[in-house]
């Protein structure tokens, strides 16, 4: 008899978020949680909406789908977090993972029956445990294990056990009991119908409509359905409502599939004797390596982001995670990329199996190679490979280039990005909005400060000081007059100080010997402020 | 200082592009020595009259003008120099915006350079600026221009400090000399200092909805567009001193001024050969022997004369004769209408019809309202059917066409909570910080501009993050600037001359509405007159009040013709019992009224005038009822203000008193009473009232009076700064008081009726006064598919005792066991309030209207109701015949509309979801469909009164069935909670435990903190009052309840009771389990921690009680 397990994850979210604010390390072993009322939120409906709680803000009254504003009327210094349903789902992929230690056969549940999708309240698992649970002694062991982890990692939960996933799901989420079980098992399909047949008409997993609609008619629990001819039922509310009360009561077959997170892009190696040593974990890559590159070349596809799992005799997991600027097939130039990592890697005891998958993949068309090896596509195409083995070697942060920013201050106009990043699909102007004046060529990091003769209040420079050598101007363009941004100012100068001691002149001017500067002069003159000049770049 | 004047000037009006305020660019140009001023906003003649009224403060010239921006060429400077050149740029800025949507211009070279309206720029002096980058198109399109307009074009220039100005001087020069055009500088002024810099930035990205550190180039990458003196403007422009000199030839030919915008009045057609005074003479003498069939009083005609005299005075005949003219009017349509205002309490406009009150009850002196010496327009404010105005509007649309009328607009200013919204989105504050910012402001303080560092500390925000003080800081400089163009509420502005040609015309967001640039301030500085056609619910309620009592008892009733003084209507009045009646049916109006108790029409007037912020902070209301209860001598500081007070027992509660006094006391010339007035209602931002304050101050204390009395008086006239409320509308107002509380008295069932179908409207709501309806003896009677109509009507009771309840309601009511107090109680009151009912109206009956069901739409009813005939006998039939989708036929169920086919809701219900939602197959067509459909029987669950009651709410927000309290009584009861009725027969200052739903929540501003609390139970309301201190421990259950309980001390002031609440209990989880099948178990409440905690699933959270209506 198939066994399943449904839990009910009600507070995933916060819960989530407890996790990261107090996550259980050193510093804190409890696991201590947030006790301040918190809330998730979200965009929806014209308004900020509360989607998860944790029990401090249910205290106060704040309810999922709550409008931000009514639960800050309740609780004005309610502490919000954006709702994340991305970094959500990427952490109950986690859990599934960790659950795979009962059944291999675990999915994801994120059947949702309330109007407006805002929440991940009704989140769960699913687990099919049929033949599983002797391993762990009972149903009743298996259970205590599980809601033991996850008591350790600080989820919430309440499960069903049954035999049909219908009637797991409604024993997890609406069967209450006097003793605040937080797990509820029912062994043999008429147990099913008597366990459930006092439960809500929402345990059917139905649209909501249909359940007002339903509730409506006073068929408020599920027991209420037994009764009623069937025919009725299906004229005015559709199939579902009694397919789902034929699949909860085991009278129809449900089929649930369980998700792997394994991409399409993978391949297995398992070892008889464990291996350690560097030659054989690299050997052992560089198979993978090739006969992945196989799977991509068949689909077109190139690898961004490839993924080593080393699966350690220990049980435990090590990963080794490589990224490319481009889509690439190479098997030379990948495995050289791991190279740059392998040493990194504890085999610990031994490792006795590695999974090598393609996480992230772009489409990339086969190319016919040119006969001239100088061409400017194999240059453009050894610079990328320089930089992915510099990036793979020094970190992605660490190689970058220049991007323009659209700032009035000089220096501030460009700023560094990770040259494997992306280029950003708006085109920026590297000059400004008046294209004219140029910047010039070099741009110190540091203005200099210099000693320059100029006319006065707002004049250009008529002789100056650099390197200690005299240089007399003959010709100036300028002032080019540069407010510095006063939103970047700390203290209470901010309304003043841009627009007076900080604002900036710039001049482009030429000495005698043809040689262009750039100038400026810092300060607006005032006759007890003398302003300071300084040297900010060089014209070619 | 050379002379130099700056042309082009971008204020605040051009919203969201200029920094500052008009009157802050005429103070800065009168400091730099300027001698004249231009303004020219963005496609833009709003904030002229703003600057003109600046300009002539500062007594500098203001040249009127507009920066014209085009769809498809450079933007021009455009500067009238007569008249007739404004007149034509006037309405080629009307052509430009009527062509846009709301707000929006959309003009064109071709517009400007050709056509009638603009005349290739006659009589104009054009500035063309030139673009950034001056390249072949721009000079092609110069050329282009050049050869169309010939006289007084110039190309304007301007020092950018971008670096390359010389380039850019010489290449303009070059251009200017090729095409030989004139330079003029000019410094594109968008701020009157450069600190506005900052301010400039923010406004920017509000514009363009970026955040101050992506705005980027959007910005100005220096801060020198500000006013700069002549001096200054010579050393820039050191080598072209021309350009400099240009300005002030310009300025010398434009020496067009807005005062020279004459008001005329329309036309109105008058009988031949006479003045418009003769048909107003006319007109009203007419109107008086209607009035008085039986001969004129001798003291009403020499009023007349007297008045009539004043009128031709002053030369307002025309605009009475307009007023008169709408008026009638709205007569010939039915519509029933009010006026108010000044002059509208006159005898003319007595006998003219405009309004119902007989000057001779209230005696108030003419002059009082127009007055010769004050030069002051008459202000007639005239009250419409809310339902039924568009017609009116549309009709002086058409009568004097779209040239020449046109709705005031209003200038939608910043108030701090906007400005913290917009600015804290620009300087990328969080979405939920902002709304947390926001609710700071929303509690109590939303004119302030200081927020406390508590409260904001309150919320959970650090007062002393720097970018939080940005915020705060550039919110409050931000406060009063224009924002967008908006239309007063009703304000018509009717001209002779085409309108468009004093002042640009746009579209309104609404269909067919056209407005005008100008608010009423700006009227008002021009001498423009302007008419208020405006909007009232009550209206609506009394005609359909009024046409009900007609049809059913065949009793026509007008505003003046209902009984005066009648004895019933104070007494009720004096109960304060006053639910429905208009303005005086808030919680506070409601206390009041035993208080004050009224006996006569002129004490409504007071009635509606005391409870006021104004009264109530300037702390005159316990004086003037000390007086009135005679526990307080009537006593007069000074003789001469016996005559201003002898009214009100020498207690100010008028705005026109407090103005007498400034003028009596504090020896103001009436003219500069009126600036005190102005200063405190609109321009409030001038820093002109503590001028006032100390002039008015020292100006009583110098004839005499005590320092006390003169800082109260002034306090007094701060308050109505807010919410000023004459005398002469306190008196059209209280005429409405009485007739709403004469039909509430006299004819219950027909005002209730009225008042349902004019929703939503006052301060109730259908369940409140189909309680009170019922309270006073109305038999209400349940929407019914076969009975009902799309508004609420009145049926006939064959027997006068209505049987006690049909056998449906009977059975389920017999399911509970309750006290049937809400029918005890109706019938014990119907008794003593039926000896004022009408007996026609106690032979009437209340049928709701199928308005009341949720979703229910007016077309879908009318079908139900027209396809009726002798009714439907099944839910087939119905279905059948009226092919009303199954959702609205849904709906009718819901709302337990099938009771006259004998289904219950339930069975309703069922019915109608079993009707196919496909057409019938073409081979089965002729069949009726239950013909070969046999189904089962189902018997489905009963359904108890709680269900009944909590799906009564849902669907109609009310149930005539039982109130959800008294279903609650027995959990309540074994609490040891009273009925709210109960309270009144204990003592004060006993302690009681109550409960109920709750109504409204309110924190009047001038209660300081204090919030009030109505909850209601099946017995009656309550009134709590909750402390600050207890608000604050308190505020989830204060804020969150629906369900209230409330253990506090009782306090009774003559019949009116409150409870002082000292401990607050939120109940409202039990309203989710009205339909649940156990009604609430006392142990509910004591569920385990962990148990709640995972118990949001079976929450339910949605109560089916309507919401409360808060701080209203």
């Known amino acids: 008899m198939r066994r399943v397990i449904s839990l009910w994850l009600p507070t995933f979210a916060i819960d989530r978020i407890n996790h990261r604010a107090y996550g259980k390390s050193q510093a804190n072993p409890s696991g201590k949680t947030i006790d301040k009322p918190l809330a998730t939120i979200t965009c929806a409906h014209g308004g900020q909406r509360i989607t998860a709680v944790n029990s401090a803000a249910q205290a106060v009254g704040i309810v999922p789908k709550q409008s931000l504003a009514d639960a800050r009327t309740l609780y004005p210094s309610l502490t919000v977090h954006q709702a994340d349903p991305t970094a959500d789902l990427k952490a109950l992929n986690i859990l599934r993972e960790i659950c795979e230690r009962y059944t291999p056969w675990v999915a994801i549940d994120t059947f949702d029956n309330t109007p407006s999708n805002v929440s991940l309240w009704n989140t769960g698992l699913w687990l099919n445990i049929t033949g599983c649970a002797h391993l762990f002694g009972s149903e009743e062991a298996l259970l205590e294990d599980l809601f033991y982890l996850l008591k350790n990692i600080g989820y919430q939960a309440r499960a069903g056990l049954a035999s049909t996933p219908g009637a797991a799901w409604a024993l997890a989420r609406y069967k209450t009991d006097p003793q605040t079980k937080l797990w509820f098992i029912s062994n043999t399909n008429e147990d099913i119908r008597n366990c459930i047949a006092e439960l809500p008409m929402k345990g059917l997993r139905l649209e909501c409509a249909i359940i007002e609609g339903l509730e409506r008619m006073g068929l408020l629990s599920i027991g209420d359905l037994y009764r009623i001819p069937r025919a009725p039922i299906t004229r005015r509310f559709g199939k579902s409502v009694l397919h789902r009360l034929d699949q909860a009561l085991g009278d129809l077959e449900e089929s649930l599939s369980p998700q792997r997170g394994r991409s399409t892009f993978s391949k297995y190696l398992a070892f008889i004797d464990p291996i350690g040593r560097r030659e054989d974990i690299e050997a052992a890559l560089n198979r993978l390596v090739v006969s992945l590159c196989t799977d991509l070349e068949q689909a077109n596809q190139g690898a961004r982001r490839l993924v080593l799992t080393l699966y350690r005799v220990d ?196 000495d005698k010997d043809g040689k262009r500067y750039w100038l400026y002069r810092k300060g607006l003159y005032h006759p007890d402020n003398h302003p300071t000049w300084y040297i900010h770049g060089f014209f070619a | 200082m050379h002379p130099y004047i700056e042309l082009q000037v971008t204020t605040n009006y051009s919203f969201l592009r200029g920094a500052s305020h008009p009157r802050e660019f005429a103070t800065q140009a009168k400091n730099l020595g300027y001698e004249a001023l231009a303004i020219s906003d963005r496609n833009t003649l709003a904030g002229a009259v703003r600057m003109h009224v600046a300009c002539k403060q500062q007594n500098i010239r203001m040249i009127s003008g507009v920066r014209l921006d085009l769809e498809d060429s450079p933007s021009f400077l455009c500067f009238p120099t007569d008249r007739r050149a404004y007149g034509r740029l006037s309405q080629l800025l009307s052509l430009g915006k009527r062509r846009a949507g709301k707000g929006q211009c959309y003009l064109f070279l071709k517009d400007l350079l050709e056509g009638n309206v603009f005349q290739s720029g006659k009589g104009q002096v054009v500035v063309v600026i030139p673009p950034d980058e001056i390249n072949s198109i721009f000079k092609n399109t110069l050329h282009k221009i050049r050869n169309k307009i010939k006289n007084n074009i110039y190309l304007s220039v301007n020092k950018k400090y971008s670096g390359n100005d010389k380039t850019r001087f010489v290449a303009l020069k070059a251009l200017t000399s090729s095409l030989s055009l004139p330079l003029v500088a000019t410094n594109d002024v968008q701020a009157h200092l450069p600190e506005r810099k900052i301010l400039h930035d923010v406004l920017t990205c509000i514009r363009e909805h970026c955040q101050i550190n992506e705005a980027g180039f959007l910005l100005h990458a220096n801060a020198e567009h500000h006013l700069k003196s002549g001096d200054e403007m010579l050393r820039l422009f050191a080598d072209y001193p021309e350009a400099i000199a240009n300005t002030v030839k310009i300025a010398d030919q434009c020496r067009f001024s807005l005062d020279e915008l004459r008001y005329e009045y329309p036309v109105e057609p008058v009988s031949f050969g006479s003045t418009p005074q003769q048909e107003l003479s006319r007109l009203t003498w007419e109107g008086a022997d209607e009035r008085y069939p039986n001969g004129i009083p001798n003291k009403i005609k020499t009023q007349i004369n007297h008045e009539l005299t004043l009128i031709k005075e002053l030369g ?248 005066q003084g009648d004895q019933q209507t104070y007494d009720m009045l004096c109960q304060g019992d006053s639910i429905g009646v208009f303005q005086v049916e808030s919680r506070a109006q409601m206390s009041m009224l035993p208080r004050l108790k009224p006996r006569n029409y002129y004490d409504l007037v007071i009635e509606v005038a005391i409870v006021r912020p104004g009264p109530i902070q300037g702390d005159m209301v316990h004086p003037f009822l000390r007086r009135r209860n005679g526990s307080e001598k009537v006593y007069y500081p000074k003789k001469e203000l016996e005559e201003v007070l002898s009214r009100t027992m020498g207690v100010p509660l008028f705005q026109e008193q407090a103005m007498k006094i400034a003028i009596v006391a504090a020896n103001f010339s009436p003219d500069e009473a009126d600036g005190l007035r102005r200063a405190m209602a609109t321009f409030r931002h001038d820093g002109k009232l503590p001028l006032y304050r100390e002039r008015f101050i020292s100006g009583m ?74 309270e006073h003896g109305v038999e209400v009677r349940e929407a019914d598919v076969n009975n009902s109509n799309w508004d609420c009507t009145l049926e006939k009771i064959t027997n006068i005792f209505p049987p006690p309840f049909r056998t449906e309601k009977k059975r389920i009511r017999n399911e509970v066991k309750f006290s049937s107090f809400l029918i005890k109680k109706s019938h014990d009151d119907g008794l003593e309030v039926n000896k004022c009912r009408s007996s026609k109206d106690r032979s009437t009956a209340l049928r709701l209207g199928l308005r009341q069901i949720k979703g229910i739409q007016k077309t879908a009813a009318e079908l139900l109701v027209n396809t009726r005939k002798q009714g439907y006998s099944s839910v087939l039939e119905l279905k059948a015949r009226t092919n009303l989708k199954s959702s609205v036929l849904e709906n009718l169920a819901r709302a337990d509309t099938f009771q006259s086919l004998g289904l219950n809701r339930r069975r309703a219900f069922w019915a109608v979801k079993g009707l196919s939602v496909d057409a019938p197959l073409p081979l089965f067509k002729h069949l009726q469909e239950h013909q070969f459909q046999r189904e089962p029987s189902v018997v489905l669950p009963t359904m108890r009164l709680g269900e009944q009651v909590a799906d009564d709410y849902l669907s109609l927000k009310l149930s005539l069935k039982a109130h959800p309290m008294e279903l609650l009584r027995p959990h309540f009861k074994a609490e ?35 919030i009030f609390i109505t909850i209601e139970d099946e017995t009656g309301v309550a009134n709590m009052i909750i402390w600050p201190h207890k608000m604050e421990q308190y505020r989830q259950t204060v804020f969150g309840s629906q369900l209230l309980g409330i253990r506090g001390k009782l306090q009774r002031e003559g019949i009116v009771t409150h409870v002082v609440a000292e401990r607050l209990f939120d109940h409202s989880f039990l309203l989710g389990n009205l339909a649940s099948k156990n009604l609430p178990d006392p142990n509910f409440v004591q569920s385990s921690d962990i148990k709640n905690n995972l118990s949001i699933a079976n929450k339910k959270t949605r109560t089916p009680i309507p919401r409360s209506r808060d701080f209203k």
């Not at chain 1, 970190?395 to 009035?408: A, K």
């Not at chain 1, 203005?447 to 003769?453: C, G, H, N, S, T």
């Not at chain 2, 109550?994 to 903190?1009: D, E, F, T």
Request: net charge neutral; hydrophobic share 40%.
């Open chain 2, 976 to 1010: 040891k909670y009273i009925t709210c009725a109960s309270l009144t027969q204990l003592s004060t200052e006993s302690l009681v435990l109550v409960a109920g739903l709750v109504l409204i929540r309110q924190r009047p501003s001038s209660a300081k903190g204090v």
């Open chain 1, 315 to 510: 049980k435990s997991t090590g990963k080794v995670q490589i990224s490319t600027s481009q889509p690439r097939r190479d098997p030379t130039h990948l495995s050289m990329l791991f190279r740059e990592k392998l040493e990194i890697i504890d085999p610990g005891l031994g490792i006795d199996a590695i999974v090598l998958s393609a996480s992230e993949t772009n489409p990339l068309k086969v190319r016919q190679t040119g006969l001239n090896t100088n061409s400017i596509a194999e240059q453009t195409e050894n610079v990328i490979k320089l930089l992915d083995r510099l990036v793979s070697r020094l970190g992605s942060d660490n190689v970058t280039r220049l991007e323009p920013v659209e700032r009035h201050l000089p220096e501030l106009a460009s700023r560094e990005v990770s040259a494997v990043s992306i280029p950003s699909g708006v085109k920026q102007d590297w000059r400004g909005p008046t294209h004219y004046p140029s910047r010039p060529l070099q741009l110190l990091v540091h203005p200099l400060r210099i000693d320059v003769i100029a006319e006065i209040p707002d004049g250009p420079p008529f002789l100056f000081y650099w390197q200690n050598h005299q240089r007399r101007v003959i010709a100036a363009e300028g002032p080019e007059r540069i407010t510095p941004e006063w939103w970047l100012i700390r203290g209470n100068m901010w309304k003043t100080k841009p627009l007076n001691n900080d604002v900036r002149d710039y001049y482009r001017i030429e």
């Open chain 2, 316 to 563: 307002y005949a025309a605009y009475f004769l307009t007023i008169h003219d709408i008026v009638r009017f709205a007569r010939s349509r039915n519509i029933l209408c009010q006026g108010r205002g000044s002059a509208a309490n006159s005898s003319v406009c007595y006998m003219l019809g405009v309004t119902s009150v007989n000057p001779a009850e209230i005696e108030l002196l003419f002059e009082r309202f127009v007055s010769a010496e004050r030069n002051e327009p008459p202000d007639i404010d005239v009250d419409f059917e809310h339902e039924r105005r568009e017609e009116v509007i549309q009709y002086i649309y058409d009568k004097y066409g779209r040239t020449h009328s046109g709705i005031t607009a209003t200038h939608i200013t910043y108030r701090y909570k906007s400005a913290l919204r917009e600015i804290g989105k620009v300087m990328g504050l969080t979405e939920d910080t902002i709304q947390s910012l926001s609710s700071v402001v929303n509690w109590g303080q939303s004119n302030k501009r200081d927020l406390k560092e508590e409260y904001i500390r309150e919320v959970g925000l650090d007062p002393t993050d720097p970018i939080l003080k940005m915020v705060l800081d550039l919110a409050r400089q931000i406060i009063g600037f224009p924002r967008h163009l908006s239309q007063h509420t009703g304000g018509f502005v009717i001209t002779k001359a085409p309108l468009d040609t004093v002042v640009p015309i746009e579209n309104a967001a609404m269909k067919d509405r056209t407005v005008i640039e100008w608010d009423k301030d700006d009227l008002d500085a021009l001498g423009i007159l302007k008419v208020d056609v405006l909007a009232l619910g009550m209206l609506t309620c009394i005609r359909k009040a009024f046409d009900l009592i007609d049809h059913h008892h065949g009793r026509k009733l007008t505003l003046s013709s209902i009984p």
């Open chain 2, 701 to 774: 204390l110098q004839n005499g009076y005590e320092l006390d009395f003169a800082e109260r008086c002034f306090k007094q006239i701060e308050g109505f700064g807010d919410y000023g409320f004459p005398e002469s509308h306190a008196a059209s107002f209280a005429l409405l008081v009485y007739v709403s509380a004469w039909l509430k008295c006299h004819y219950p069932a027909a005002f209730s009726a009225a008042i349902l179908n004019s929703q939503p409207m006052g301060f109730y709501k259908p369940a409140q006064l189909v309680r009170d309806a019922r």
